[in-house]
């Protein structure tokens, strides 16, 4: 909207926003000329809508009062071993004077969602106010930079460095006393589930790097006592087809109630289209796609010869087809829930697309196939076995849900392998079993769709799944016993020494010698000596420093296509013309 003024701003966008509602075909019309030229303001707009002072009046009109003291704006310092010193913002929502955080030992470290480019806490409020005001515990939720400005690692680094700053600080850092170091569980929404699930590998897996006996010596970071994840977005592959493994850890046995309307609506697409009858439940049951094989089809002749001899005569054979009940056609295609739910309203494969290239940036090149902290879903098994507790909550026609029930499955089957192992070493009774809710617990929600906890003030019934995920927090807490995590004498003595090791960056498309953002491996030119010769002293400098200068070494045609093409989709999004020297 091109109104200059704040407030007109807003109250135009409450005034389109009734008339839009009302007039349903001009909506959609408008949604379809928006979506097909989104930029990073429309989807800011659309999403910081709920921070307006109009809504947010109606909104504190229509919420019941959790909380006594209102949200406290905080900055958490990071570690003397960041490469950045820009403290991280914070929002810190706690029922109680701050000097009665002194008193406590346990932290809820919430990470919005918001699609990588925009939202901050507030737009999370209703969420997070009900969580500290039910469980009494303070609940840090954590206004991370966000994309283009700051592209993938920044924001996933700033989450891990206040993890880090709160165990290495005892808490002090957000006011907490210091006398024991803080039993944490990570929560995330959305773009913040994959940076909740991104520090807990970048945790498990500093325990398992290289230099894993200097870091025992100094103290390593311990794994938060759980993770509650709504929604989260786990892969950044936009595929159109399930694999045969993704399907086989849907259709496990042991999920295969709570699984039952997602490998019901993988089917549905292929019975409507084909107007085939559809198999019942204990039928699908039975007759899974990971159980389908495709036989070769009988020759005419063999297939008659076969008749003849089951039945006796021509007109037998044909009075046993006539009579029999019609076959079901089986099919080894499911499409993934992202194709499936196409035309969802609140999260379509645009503003998908849209939120990646914003997110990796035009000058990153991430592998896409193998980067786990970009994609959690591709995590290897190893750091999976060593997850605390996860719950996970979704909407059964969330686009992304096929993200939750891939990842748990994972996590299920992980973990699975890990009893076995250590039964068959004799690290466990003889006697025991697994049982996966130890480990992992799903839920899904029928008939519902991505972002669901943003629209309690219009759907009431959100109420009772954010008092769900309160009950998670409170389970955690009390069924894991305090873990001797060793001494922390104070910020940087301890668990400081392991920071380093493994603070993530992302592939980029410079040459050695250009000042690099990010903090992993770089395309370089011919000739330049890999960071890895010297071990976590890599080049970094911070995102804030926008004026990056361009390589003068000519790259390849094909690293030139591919820099001409993500700086042309981003530029487009960020609404800027790209500016690219073409090569000598």
């Not at 107007?275 to 389908?292: C, F, K, M, Q, Y």
């Not at 016993?481 to 301890?494: C, K, L, M, Y």
């Not at 010297?534 to 200068?549: F, L, Q, S």
Request: net charge positive.
């Amino acid at each position: 909207m091109k109104i200059r003024t704040k407030w007109l701003r807003d109250l135009a966008s409450i005034v389109f926003t009734v008339h839009y509602l009302i007039a349903a075909e001009q909506a959609d019309e408008k949604v379809r000329k928006v979506r097909g030229l989104l930029t990073v303001d429309h989807l800011r707009v659309s999403w910081n809508k709920t921070t307006t002072p109009y809504l947010r009046v109606l909104s504190r009109l229509l919420r019941p009062r959790l909380t006594r003291y209102s949200p406290r704006a905080i900055r958490i310092p990071r570690p003397a071993e960041s490469p950045y010193k820009e403290p991280v913002n914070a929002w810190l929502y706690f029922d109680g004077p701050l000097s009665a955080l002194k008193n406590h030992t346990k932290i809820v470290l919430d990470m919005p969602g918001g699609g990588y480019v925009a939202m901050s806490p507030r737009h999370h409020e209703d969420k997070l106010l009900a969580w500290a005001g039910r469980t009494g515990l303070p609940v840090l939720s954590l206004d991370y930079k966000k994309a283009p400005e700051y592209p993938y690692p920044y924001a996933l680094n700033e989450c891990y460095d206040v993890y880090h700053n709160l165990i290495a600080t005892r808490g002090r850092c957000m006011g907490l006393s210091g006398a024991a170091v803080p039993r944490i569980i990570l929560t995330g929404d959305s773009a913040g589930g994959n940076f909740a699930t991104g520090v807990t590998l970048m945790i498990v897996q500093s325990a398992a790097g290289r230099d894993t006996q200097r870091y025992q010596a100094s103290g390593l970071l311990p794994v938060p006592e759980g993770l509650v994840l709504i929604y989260p977005s786990l892969d950044m592959n936009i595929g159109n087809w399930m694999s045969d493994d993704q399907m086989a850890l849907i259709q496990d046995q042991r999920t295969r109630k709570v699984n039952r309307n997602i490998l019901r609506r993988k089917s549905e697409d292929y019975y409507k289209l084909a107007e085939t009858p559809r198999p019942s439940d204990d039928e699908a049951e039975s007759d899974g796609v990971s159980d389908i094989k495709s036989e070769p089809p009988l020759a005419p002749v063999a297939a008659l010869e076969g008749a003849l001899a089951s039945s006796g005569t021509i007109n037998d054979t044909k009075a046993n087809v006539v009579g029999s009940k019609p076959k079901v056609l089986k099919t080894r295609l499911a499409m993934s829930s992202m194709i499936s739910y196409f035309n969802d309203r609140v999260l379509t494969p645009e503003m998908m697309r849209a939120m990646i290239i914003l997110y990796v940036g035009p000058h990153n090149r991430p592998d896409f196939s193998t980067d786990y902290l970009l994609s959690p879903l591709l995590a290897p098994e190893a750091l999976l076995a060593k997850f605390p507790k996860t719950f996970f909550l979704t909407g059964e026609r969330d686009p992304l849900v096929d993200d939750t029930v891939i990842f748990a499955g994972r996590i299920r089957q992980a973990k699975h392998n890990d009893f076995v192992q250590r039964k068959e070493l004799g690290l466990l009774k003889y006697r025991a079993e697994f049982d996966e809710k130890d480990h992992v617990e799903v839920t899904l929600l029928p008939g519902i769709s991505h972002g669901f906890l943003q629209f309690v003030s219009i759907f009431p019934e959100a109420w009772k799944h954010v008092f769900r995920c309160t009950r998670w927090i409170e389970e955690i807490f009390d069924n894991n016993e305090p873990a001797d995590n060793g001494p922390v004498t104070d910020a940087h003595s301890s668990v400081g020494g392991s920071h380093q090791g493994h603070h993530h960056g992302v592939t980029t498309e410079s040459s050695g010698d250009e000042d690099n953002p990010l903090m992993m491996s770089s395309t370089r030119a011919p000739g330049h000596t890999p960071p890895s010769s010297k071990r976590g002293r890599g080049k970094r400098v911070r995102h804030a420093e926008r004026g990056r200068n361009r390589s003068m070494v000519s790259l390849g045609s094909e690293a030139d296509l591919l820099d001409r093409r993500m700086a042309g989709l981003a530029g487009g999004l960020m609404g800027m013309t790209p500016d690219i020297t073409p090569t000598p």
